[in-house]
């Protein structure tokens, strides 16, 4: 019998090494990372799709932002021939169509000549004296397409825009652009900025910073497992469990051509966490059993550790699993990767720990008890006498959590969202130094696109239709926030004024309709029309108005997005119809999807795991019971969020799916060890200090290698990295203290398992 069990337990262990080496072989075969950020969201949401429509009516994209500095101003030969130069560096780029570079050298002048409208280029050769640099100063200061947009007021930064597709930024390219702005620096200081240079730079810094953190991770949880279990037998096949399990699941999602994104990189820390939690149970029953049976056999230790855990360990191994399954229900495509595949990664741990470790103890022996640990005397130890305190005072801890909910409460009103990207780097940061800069003489890098829609053909050319886009850019202009606007009526302005011997008074939208559309057919035969079709459709029945944001955090976008819609009531007595666009728009929705998946998660997965509860302990009480430490974890962390000023991001999110996954563990165990202990003994206070020095020993060694396993993120070099680090690990503090306080009191006060006697 000893033999076939031996050969059963090598049998296991090389199953496991050969789906690891399949695993292996997918990752290293398959496994891609999908860095743009589009791809993060849902493109059959109307939103996304009316969006994607606007981009190609009016190719609307986001544009790779270069300033050039001379502190002594630019309008100098040496820095406009940087401008010249760099501007036909860039439009020889394979990744950057011509026409989509934007800079003083390419934009257009319009001006009059001759009774009729002309369009010129400010210059195509580099001025050569002061007449002609003050002409061409003369020129850009007269113009306010160009003034304030391309030039800064102060004439001291000029800047160069390259629009380029979502699918075009890598990191090869971003390397190119960096290595030609480093080119033409000195006296000039070269800037370079943009969203695709947030976005593509975070999508590449976040999966290679979490990279550097799991050998971190790995190494603290090493160390605390080998404090907590005094075993490196035990510690090396707990550790094995998380990190086959890890393998396991980047390999199911290779094999499965799923793409790795920023959120699922945090997969490998979760599972490493999470995944120990069964390893500590089941080595920590045992350590137990043998301290209570010094002879006992192998066979008769793991009989006894699989008899007598295996069903909590399954229990919270499903629990958990259902917290990450219920992010299904959001829209966002790598939250619901994340969730899946988080709950693969639960579920191989589970079976791992299950088989492989029965399999390595039977194979390699049971775990030397350390003799410092002394005879075994329960009665004599610490986890009976905070048993005692907390008993002693229930009704103190019961008043205390809920002037502790009654804070969180007013915390969680407090919650606000947040869609910024660069909130994500720190304020120091070079990325958000250039980003200030360019924010602080310029518009902004952030877009918000405004897209009209009218019944009839040359909607745009009436007056009244104009004028009310202008007033809308106005109104929306005097929050802090918008720094610039720019749409059809800003071409029709500078035509009127120019036709007009560039008097001041006729800088207006003319009355006669007539005229308008005379100025734009004069413009459409003088000058490049595609900058015209940036801000109309050719039929002159959609617009699209660009507003500029110095902030692409949701606050701003939202305010903006308000004031614009103030204007929804005059725009369809004009028959005309508003709707948003562009990646600042797409970023706010993206969030708000987030959250709205978050809360349905949330509601999704308390439920679930009430019901599931109760249907384990045949009890609905023990299933609300249960689910009091997670509600109060999820209560006190959004509570913190709110008080601390901690937005609600992408990162931040996924907090409460955390904290119900792993923080259910505790209050299954303990619940299920007081079940046994009741049983057993038919004593009310025995029972309590048993399962106290039993299951909350255990959930206690959990917390703290949980606890220290995410404080590793606190070395993050993103701060909401650092913040989801801190506030997991205040969860899992707070699950557990939740769980041996308010949860214990109430179960003994409400006498479950016993009647009011205190006996069975």
Do not use: C
Not at 110 to 133: C, H, M, Q, T
Not at 253 to 277: C, D, E, K, Q, S
Not at 603 to 620: A, E, G, N, P
């Amino acid at each position: 019998m000893k033999r076939n069990l031996l050969k059963f337990s090598w049998l296991v262990l090389v199953i496991v090494l050969l789906i690891t080496a399949l695993a292996f072989v997918s990752v290293k075969k398959n496994s891609r990372m999908e860095t743009n950020l589009d791809k993060y969201m849902p493109q059959n949401h109307p939103a996304f799709i009316y969006s994607n429509q606007a981009e190609k009516w009016f190719n609307i994209k986001d544009a790779i932002v270069i300033a050039v500095e001379n502190k002594e101003g630019i309008f100098n030969p040496s820095t406009l021939k940087k401008i010249k130069d760099l501007t036909k560096k860039l439009q020889k780029m394979r990744e950057i169509k011509k026409e989509d570079v934007t800079s003083l050298y390419t934009a257009d002048n319009i001006v009059a000549s001759e009774g009729s409208l002309d369009v010129k280029k400010f210059y195509k050769r580099i001025p050569g004296n002061k007449e002609e640099l003050e002409k061409l100063r003369k020129e850009v200061e007269d113009n306010e397409m160009v003034f304030g947009r391309l030039v800064s007021k102060d004439e001291t930064v000029a800047i160069i825009l390259a629009r380029i597709d979502d699918d075009t930024f890598n990191q090869n390219f971003y390397k190119k652009i960096l290595k030609l702005a480093r080119q033409y620096e000195g006296p000039e200081k070269i800037y370079v900025a943009g969203r695709p240079i947030v976005e593509g730079t975070l999508a590449y810094l976040m999966p290679k910073d979490m990279k550097r953190m799991v050998p971190i991770v790995i190494l603290v949880i090493v160390v605390v497992l080998m404090l907590v279990l005094g075993s490196l037998k035990n510690t090396f096949f707990t550790l094995m469990v998380v990190l086959l399990s890890t393998v396991w699941t980047f390999g199911l999602m290779a094999a499965l051509h799923v793409p790795i994104y920023a959120v699922t990189t945090m997969i490998p820390v979760m599972l490493i966490a999470i995944g120990v939690a069964y390893g500590i149970h089941l080595y920590t029953h045992l350590t137990l059993f043998l301290k209570e049976n010094p002879g006992a056999s192998r066979e008769e230790g793991i009989e006894d550790m699989l008899t007598q855990m295996w069903k909590p360990v399954l229990m919270t191994a499903v629990t958990t699993m259902v917290g990450f399954v219920s992010l299904v229900t959001s829209q966002v495509y790598p939250v619901k990767y994340f969730g899946l595949f988080s709950a693969f990664g639960v579920f191989v741990a589970l079976l791992l720990s299950l088989g492989m470790i029965p399999a390595a103890i039977y194979v390699f022996g049971l775990p030397k008890i350390r003799k410092k640990e002394g005879p075994h005397r329960p009665e004599e130890s610490f986890y009976y006498r905070i048993t005692d305190k907390i008993i002693g005072g229930r009704y103190i801890v019961v008043i205390a959590t809920a002037l502790l909910l009654a804070v969180s409460f007013y915390g969680i009103s407090r919650v606000w969202i947040s869609s910024s990207f660069l909130a994500k780097f720190e304020k120091d940061s070079e990325i958000r130094k250039t980003d200030r800069f360019i924010n602080q003489h310029f518009g902004g890098t952030t877009t918000l696109n405004v897209i009209l829609e009218g019944k009839e053909e040359d909607t745009m050319k009436r007056p009244e239709v104009l004028k009310t886009i202008l007033e809308m850019q106005r109104e929306a202009e005097k929050l802090p926030m918008v720094g610039n606007s720019f749409s059809l009526g800003d071409f029709v302005k500078r035509m009127n004024k120019v036709m007009h011997a560039d008097k001041k008074e006729y800088e207006t939208i003319p009355d006669d309709k007539n005229l308008i559309a005379q100025y734009l057919l004069l413009y459409e035969m003088s000058g490049d029309p595609e900058n015209l079709w940036r801000v109309v459709d050719y039929k002159y029945k959609k617009a699209n108005v660009t507003f500029q944001l110095k902030s692409d955090d949701s606050k701003a976008l939202k305010e903006a997005i308000k004031v614009i819609n103030g204007f929804k009531d005059k725009f369809k007595k004009l028959g005309i119809e508003i709707h948003f666009a562009g990646s600042g728009y797409k970023a706010l929705v993206f969030t708000d999807l987030l959250l709205e998946g978050q809360i349905k998660s949330l509601l999704l997965s308390l439920l679930i795991v009430v019901v599931l509860l109760t249907i384990m302990f045949k009890k609905l009480s023990i299933g609300l019971i249960g689910s009091i430490p997670i509600t109060i974890t999820t209560a006190v962390t959004f509570g913190v969020m709110g008080l601390l000023n901690i937005p609600l991001s992408s990162t931040t999110a996924l907090i409460s799916s955390i904290a119900i996954g792993i923080g259910i563990d505790y209050a299954i165990h303990f619940i299920d060890r007081y079940r046994i202990y009741a049983h057993q003994t038919g004593d009310k206070l025995l029972t309590s200090r048993l399962t106290m020095y039993h299951s909350g020993r255990a959930i206690f060694y959990n917390a703290l290698v949980v606890i220290a396993g995410f404080m590793v993120l606190i070395f993050s070099v993103f701060p909401p990295n650092r913040t989801l680090g801190a506030l997991v690990s205040m969860n899992m503090m707070v699950s557990f203290l939740g769980t041996i306080t308010i949860m214990f009191a109430i179960l003994y006060m409400k006498n479950t398992y016993f009647k009011k006697g205190g006996k069975a």
